[in-house]
């Protein structure tokens, strides 16, 4: 059984888990600020104020931060001075919110969209992936996806997208030109969920994918099961090879990293994700543990 270890308690709703320069970064949701910590979960910093909700977030090849701004559908850059500014307007192009994204190293961010509004508990829809090259430019790249989730890129060429009301992840071929090939599964967990209505298609999900970590030197993604106090380790197809539990606080997110690249850090958070009472009971954490498989 895995040692949980806590890094850091009292957030509101951590997401967006990334390692990256020595540090885990990560989205406090409803403190409005994207944060950073050493690997023993000291030194928390405030890198950025998205007053519009941040979520995923990554990094141009210049070292310059970007982050999604979900209310207002932008995604911002934070400028080598500490300024921040727009680097994109995904208004025109998502249907609604956007929501996780990773940067490749090309620093081409690809940005997942919730499709609807599931705090409401609105008819669940379809939603779109887009591109966003390093000068701006928007391009939606695929459509007709269940809540795109979680992404992140293997070997410079294979963009991995988690569905989470899809039960399954998505895999595509990241072409010269930026485009992806056609969506082929990743890992499947279940037949997708007919449902339009949000609780009942929750009950058909048997894997419900939200932040996915990097693949590890076998080959294998991390996954957090959003509706499930749990993280998984998943290896291509879908077989499950290992489960941790997360106590009385649900798994939204999640990154290896650390100096060996074996520690697995996560974001979690009581079932319970609405933002009042998020903000006025912070009890979102990030905890750590260490894993047999590095990153790749």
Known sequence: MRQLTLLLDGMTHTEGARWHDGRFWFSDLYSERVCSILEDG??????????????????????????????????????????????????????????????????????????FDVMKLAPRRPARLARVDPDGTVTVVSEGLHFPNGPTVIDHRTLVVAES?????????????????????????GPVPQNEDVIQSMAEITVASDGISQADAEGAIWV?????????????????????????????????????????????????FNPDV?????????????????VA
């Open 165 to 189: 009301f899809g039960n399954r992840l998505s895999a595509f071929d990241i072409q010269p030109d930026g485009s992806l090939s056609a969506r082929r599964d990743w890992a499947r967990f």
């Open 42 to 115: 000291s030194d928390l910093r405030t890198e950025m104020h998205v007053p519009e909700c941040p979520s995923g977030i990554g990094w141009l090849p210049d070292g310059r931060l970007l982050a999604v701004s979900m209310h207002d559908r932008k995604l911002l850059r934070r400028e080598h001075d500490g300024a921040v500014v727009v680097h994109a307007d995904l208004f025109p192009h998502l249907e609604f919110e956007p929501n996780d994204m990773v940067v490749d190293a090309q620093g081409r961010a690809w940005v997942g969209n919730l499709g």
């Open 224 to 272: 957090a099961d959003f509706i499930k106090a749990r993280v998984l380790r998943v290896a291509p197809g879908g077989r499950i090879l290992e489960e941790i539990q997360t106590g009385d606080r649900n798994c939204y997110a999640c990154a290896l990293g650390g100096a060996d690249g074996r520690t697995l850090f996560l974001c979690v958070t009581p079932a319970d």
């Open 278 to 294: 998020r903000r006025a009971n912070p009890l979102s954490a990030v905890l750590s543990t260490r894993v047999d498989v590095a």
